[in-house]
């Protein structure tokens, strides 16, 4: 039998967020519920241990997943959930959590909450269905499998194209107006401001794989990749984000506003350090 909490664990996709929330719920319902009450149910030595887990100044060993969903009386399925989301968020590289989330993807709870989630992870999945999305915003547009596939570079088979258009339907981020005609739902898709999820990262290596491709594939008078290597403050580091973000927005409105819509093009961004940080700045 598993346990009955108001906090749902399946609900979380960060097991660090789960904690704090599961602690902050017992604390204002279970008198006498503290830091030391939760170490003795998980067999911790430290009473400690579970503020500096929920801070991100320590991780869980597997053991000691499994130890902390005794903790908050998690059992059968809620607590393998539980395990494999410390693995999950724990992952070192976008392979092992790729698998990570696979796993997850497993548990019949998750899926049912998750839906939107999952929605968003078919359409990063591959490089071509936010270009297929986009290139019906053409007026000459035509969602036919065989013209989708030889009007993108690089160019695809029509069973992709095909599958593609399909599942871009389902998802509602393509439909079908009066007239029959497929077109976009919305003229904008955009993942905000928050942290990405792992499908999204993997979008973000597609892309910059294509950029590295379109050196070599791509004209030169067709394409602009350029770069500077800077050494900033950190104060103007933060800056520079800022300003791609603008620079984002205004590109947005000019595309908007530009005439009517001819060609799919990739604009991407990167900002990365080279150099670690001052030793009075770390």
């Not at 393998?80 to 968020?89: I, P, S, T």
């Not at 892309?207 to 590295?212: G, Q, V, Y």
Request: one cysteine or more; aromatic letters at 8%; proline letters at 4%.
């Amino acid at each position: 039998m598993e346990s009955r909490t108001l906090v749902n664990v399946f609900e979380y996709l960060d097991y660090r967020a789960y904690l704090r929330d599961h602690y902050a719920e017992r604390k204002a319902n279970e008198y006498g519920f503290s830091h030391r009450a939760f170490s003795r149910r998980a067999g911790l030595r430290s009473t400690n241990y579970l503020k500096l887990v929920m801070d991100g100044e320590r991780n869980l060993t597997p053991e000691m997943a499994h130890q902390f969903a005794a903790g908050c009386g998690l059992k059968g399925t809620a607590a393998d959930y539980f395990c494999e989301l410390v693995a999950f968020n724990q992952a070192q590289s976008t392979a092992e959590r790729n698998r990570c989330h696979e796993r997850l993807g497993r548990f019949r709870q998750y899926r049912a909450i998750h839906q939107l989630e999952a929605a968003q992870a078919v359409y990063h999945s591959t490089w071509y269905l936010p270009a297929i999305r986009e290139l019906a915003a053409r007026p000459d547009f035509v969602a036919e499998p065989r013209w989708i596939a030889r009007v993108l570079t690089p160019r695809i088979s029509a069973e992709e194209a095909e599958k593609a258009l399909e599942t871009l339907l389902k998802l509602g981020l393509l439909l079908r107006d009066d007239e029959g005609r497929i077109r976009q739902a919305d003229a904008l898709v955009t993942t905000g401001p928050g942290p990405l999820g792992h499908h999204i990262v993997n979008y973000h290596r597609a892309m910059l794989e294509r950029a590295a491709a379109a050196i070599d594939e791509i004209p030169r008078e067709e394409r602009e990749i350029s770069s500077l290597t800077l050494c900033v403050s950190h104060d103007v580091l933060l800056d520079l984000k800022e300003r791609i973000r603008e620079f984002r927005r205004e590109l947005l409105q000019l595309a908007e506003l530009g005439g009517p819509p001819e060609r799919v093009v990739q604009l991407n961004f990167q900002l990365f350090p080279l150099s670690e940080k001052k030793e009075n700045e770390r």
